[in-house]
C-alpha cells in the first residue's frame, strides 16, 4: 500500500487516509439522497438514478484514487443535475434520454480536451472573472432550486390561464406563506444546515437530512409507504442502463435537424460547466495543500497526454460523466467537498478508495433513503448554493469592467433559471465590455465564436 500510493512521501498514514476518506464520504453523501430526488422529476425511476449515482461514484473515485492517486471524491454535480432537470428537460424539452445522450457526450467531449492541446487552448481562453462567475451562479442557482422545491418562493401569475398552457409567463415572485408543514419542515432543515455548517459539525450535511427526515415522521411527510427496496431499485436499473442507444436515446436525439443548434450548445453547456467546477476545484484546493504542485499545472497548460497528475485526475473526472450517463445519471464531477477530507490530511489515492467502499455499502440504505422527502433535503441544497457562490468574493465589483459580465454569467443564471443562460450573458456582454473598452483584440476567439453561437440560438429559438 506504501509503494503503491507513496504515503511516506505525500506525509500521510493509513489512519489519516481512512479518516479523510470517512470525512469526505459523510459531507458529500447528501448526494445519494438528492439527486434521485432531482432526475426523477422528469420520469426516471427513483431506484435506477439511486444505482445509477453510486455506481458512477465508485467508478469515478476509484479511477481518481488508483490511477490519478489523488484524494478527490467523484458524484453526480450539484447544479448540472438541477440543470438537466429543470434547464434541459423541462425548459427545452428534451426526454430525459436524450438528455442522458448529451451527457455521454459531454463526457466523450472532456475526455478528447484532455488528452489533447485543445484543453489547454480553452483553459486559457475564459478570463478569471467569467470562471469565479459562473461557479458561483452554479451554486446561486443550486439554491434556488432549493427554495423553489419546497414552494419556499410562490409565483403568481399574471395570466393564469396562459400558465396552464405551460411554458414561461409573466408572473409576480413573493415569499410563500409559511403555513404548510412542508415549509416548517424545510425551515427546520435550513437552521439545522446553517447551524451545523458554521459550527463544522463533521458530516453536518448529512446530519441535517437525517435529522430533519426524522423530524418529518410525526408530521406525516416522512413515510415508508412509498420508499424503494433494493431489489426494487435493481429492478429498475435496466430501465436507465443503456437508455442512451435506445430508439428514445440517440436516434430520437438527432432526428430533427432544426434542434441540432439547441443540441450543440446545450453539449456544450453541460461540457464548459463541468470542467471549470472541476478544476476549480483541483485548482483551489490543490494548490494550497501541494497535491497539485505548480509544475502540475504549468504541465496541464503546455503539455498533452498524461503527463501530470492534474490531467490523469482531468481524464477520472472525464470518464466517469460517460459511465455514468449509460448507467443513468447525470454529470459525474469531482465534488469541492473533498476538501474536507483534504483538511482531514487526506493527500493520496488511498481516501478516494475508502470514499468508494463506502459509497458501496450505501446501496443497502435504499428503502430509508427512498423515504426521506424532498423538504428534509431543500435546506443543505440552499446551503451548498451558498458554499458555491463563494467565490464571488473573487470579483472585483468595484470595477464596472469585471461587474458587468460577472453579474449577467452569476446573477442571470438564477433569474433565468438556466446555467446554460447564465454562460450566454456572461460571454456576450463581456464581448461587448471589451469592445467598449477598445480591448476587442485581447478577447480569445473561442470566446467570440461561442457568443455567437448563444446569439444564433436566442435568434432561432425567437424565430421558431
Known amino acids: 500500500m506504501e ?155 399574471s395570466d393564469p390561464s396562459g400558465a396552464a398552457n405551460g411554458g414561461a409567463i409573466s408572473a409576480t415572485p413573493g415569499l410563500a406563506t409559511l403555513n404548510t408543514p412542508t415549509l416548517w419542515l424545510f425551515l427546520i432543515g435550513l437552521v439545522l444546515a446553517i447551524v451545523f455548517t458554521v459550527t463544522k459539525v463533521k458530516a453536518g450535511l448529512l446530519l441535517t437530512i437525517v435529522i430533519t427526515a426524522i423530524i418529518g415522521v410525526p408530521m406525516g411527510l416522512t413515510s415508508m409507504s412509498n420508499s424503494v427496496s433494493i431489489g426494487e ?111 482531514a490530511g487526506g493527500r493520496t489515492g488511498l481516501t478516494s478508495v475508502v470514499v468508494s467502499i463506502c459509497f458501496i455499502l450505501s446501496i443497502f440504505l435504499s428503502p430509508l433513503i427512498s423515504a426521506v422527502p424532498s423538504a428534509a433535503t431543500a435546506g443543505v441544497l440552499v446551503i451548498v448554493g451558498c458554499m458555491m457562490a463563494s467565490s464571488l468574493k473573487e470579483i472585483a465589483w468595484n470595477n464596472i469592467d469585471e461587474a458587468i459580465p460577472a453579474l449577467f454569467a452569476a446573477v442571470f443564471m438564477a433569474y433565468s433559471y438556466s446555467i446554460s443562460y447564465g454562460i450566454a450573458g456572461g460571454f456576450i456582454t463581456y464581448c461587448i465590455v471589451m469592445t467598449c473598452k477598445k480591448k476587442a483584440k485581447e478577447v480569445s476567439a473561442v470566446i467570440w465564436v461561442v457568443a455567437a453561437l448563444f446569439i444564433l440560438d436566442f435568434v432561432c429559438m425567437a424565430l421558431l
Open 233 to 343: 431499485a435493481f429492478s429498475q436499473l435496466p430501465t436507465t442502463f443503456g437508455a442512451i442507444f435506445s430508439a428514445q436515446g440517440f436516434p430520437a436525439l438527432f432526428s430533427n435537424p432544426a434542434r441540432i443548434p439547441l443540441v450543440l450548445v446545450t453539449i456544450f453547456a453541460f461540457s464548459m460547466s463541468d470542467t471549470f467546477d472541476t478544476i476549480g476545484t483541483f485548482i483551489g484546493t490543490g494548490r494550497r495543500t501541494g497535491i497539485f504542485s505548480e509544475e502540475d499545472e504549468k504541465s496541464l497548460e503546455n503539455g498533452s497526454g498524461f503527463s501530470s497528475k492534474m490531467d490523469r485526475a482531468l481524464f477520472a473526472d472525464s470518464i466517469a460523466t460517460s459511465i455514468g450517463s449509460i448507467f443513468g445519471t447525470s454529470n459525474t464531477t469531482t465534488y469541492v467537498e473533498s476538501a474536507a477530507g483534504i483538511g
Open 3 to 157: 509503494k503503491f500510493f507513496h504515503l511516506k512521501e505525500n506525509g500521510t498514514t493509513v489512519s489519516t487516509e481512512i479518516t479523510a476518506g470517512l470525512t469526505t464520504f459523510f459531507a458529500m453523501s447528501y448526494i445519494i439522497v438528492v439527486n434521485p430526488q432531482v432526475l426523477s422529476k422528469t420520469g426516471m425511476p427513483w431506484g435506477g438514478v439511486f444505482l445509477a449515482t453510486i455506481i458512477a461514484a465508485v467508478i469515478g473515485t476509484l479511477i481518481m484514487g488508483l490511477f490519478a492517486n489523488v484524494p478527490y471524491a467523484q458524484a453526480a454535480g450539484m447544479g448540472l443535475n438541477a440543470f438537466f432537470t429543470y434547464t434541459v428537460c423541462f425548459g427545452l424539452g428534451f426526454t430525459w434520454q436524450e438528455a442522458l445522450c448529451m451527457v455521454f457526450l459531454c463526457g466523450l467531449i472532456n475526455i478528447f480536451i484532455t488528452v489533447t492541446k485543445i484543453r489547454k487552448m480553452i483553459i486559457k481562453s475564459i478570463p478569471p472573472v467569467l470562471q469565479h462567475a459562473i461557479g458561483a451562479g452554479i451554486g446561486l442557482f443550486v439554491a434556488y432550486v432549493g427554495m423553489l422545491n419546497v414552494g419556499f418562493i410562490k409565483f403568481t401569475p
